[in-house]
């Protein structure tokens, strides 16, 4: 079965796309009774696909839990979920106690609701302490995790691939996708299009397909946010025609959010929002990220409201933050607020300037406001 | 043992609290950011480097610091 998985290609769905035979080799290696986390934390506030996924096909991601405890020879399965589809994850465990299928037991968890408690480490650290913020340096989860055992932890949409594959076989995952990145993929599909919501698609396609999917674009496009609020900005013209695939578009896929930005709305607006968005979601354990985050939020906001005459400092920062934190949320704003400025270069000069062009409106991009955060 | 070579120096970010001692005794490869905390140089210490580097990692007062045998 591991062989089928290393020849099935597939990759983590979390957001890493870390390989998954690999992961379940390093949990194999170590000494001790293994655990297995099916992560469905789905921290990103702008993707839906875990929560879809866990009330539509709540077996099948089951499946896969139990696939990879059988593998590793874990006897416990936490599974961890957004808190909408708690009632739908405990019916099935319920479900599957009755039957007495599964070696391992499952206990469920209602997840965190911040930013970054969806981190493996973070994740380990709810389960076992309530505290939703990553774990500092080694070991690895693999090797010590939950309550000092190998820890397996897995998205949920990856074991439910796994399961797939478990019935299927590599080859039939394999007649989808691309040869480095096979298989099909949950991608949330949100901004200016006719029908977002969750799609399964293929990846490879020409990314103008996945929107299709969700009924096409209600007005040109400017920009893509690709991944998530951690992700990467793309101008929308050249990559419309480019495969949906890491390779395809030159980055990461992520959590497999897209979102769609149209002409006329202020991209550097939408950045600062998303900049003060992410700076108050550090955990305020690592300093580069504590103090450097609402530093860069504050200076993006200046520049959205045209009172920055330089991005020099702005720039730098981005450079510094980047891996100097024990999660990559510090490397994620970077990557993201430095993709804004180059895709966004032209409303950028404007705002040095002290104008901004847009005349659409702002603020589109779905951010949670309030509640405990 | 003192002196090893093929390290990098690595710093736990939850334990560090910016106290920057570790960039006075290794300016060459550790500089202080605008709030305090280090940016380390992530290539191999150079070998004349190397007891410098141990210094860094035994005054750190947070014990945040530690050299890694690189892989490669």
Known sequence: ?????????????????????KKLKAVLSQPGRPVVIANGTEGEPASHKDRVLLA????????????????VEAGEIFVVVHRDVRAAVDAAVGERRRTGLDRASFRVVTA??????????????????????????????????LAGRPTLVQNVETLAQLALIARYGAAWYRSLGTP??????????????????????????PLAEVLARAGGPTSTLQAFLVGGYFGTWLAAGPSLSRPFSAQGLGVGLGAGLIFA????????????????????????QCGPCMFGLPAIAGEVTKLAQGRLTSTEVLE?????????????????????????????????AEHLDGWCTARAGCRILPIPTGGPR | ?????????????????????????LPEWITLDDWGFPIVNQAIVPEDLVLAAEDAVEVCPKLALWLETAST
């Open chain 1, 316 to 348: 730098r920062w981005l450079l510094e933050i980047d891996g100097r934190g024990a999660c990559s949320l510090p490397d994620g704003v970077a990557g993201q607020i430095s993709s804004a400025l180059k895709v966004f270069a032209p409303e950028v």
């Open chain 1, 180 to 205: 480095e990145e096979p298989g099909s993929m949950l991608v949330t599909l949100l901004g200016a299009l006719e029908r977002p919501g969750v799609r399964e698609v293929e990846i490879g396609i």
């Open chain 1, 112 to 145: 965190s609701d911040r930013f970054v408690a969806g981190e493996a480490s973070a994740v380990v650290n709810w389960i076992a302490r309530g505290k939703p913020v990553p774990l500092g340096k080694p070991p690895r989860l693999a090797e010590r995790g």
């Open chain 1, 56 to 71: 539509r096909a709540t077996h099948l991601v089951l499946d896969g839990a139990s696939v990879a405890a059988d593998l």
């Open chain 2, 1 to 25: 043992m003192r002196g090893r070579s093929g390290v990098r120096i690595r710093v736990d970010r939850i334990a560090c609290d910016g106290r920057g001692l570790c960039a006075e005794i």
């Open chain 1, 1 to 21: 079965m591991l062989d089928e998985i290393e020849r099935s290609g597939l990759l983590g769905h979390g957001g890493a796309a870390f390989p998954t035979a």
């Open chain 1, 261 to 284: 930005f149209p002409t006329g709305v202020c991209g550097v607006e939408e950045t600062a929002q998303l900049a003060r968005y992410l700076a108050s979601q550090s955990a305020g």
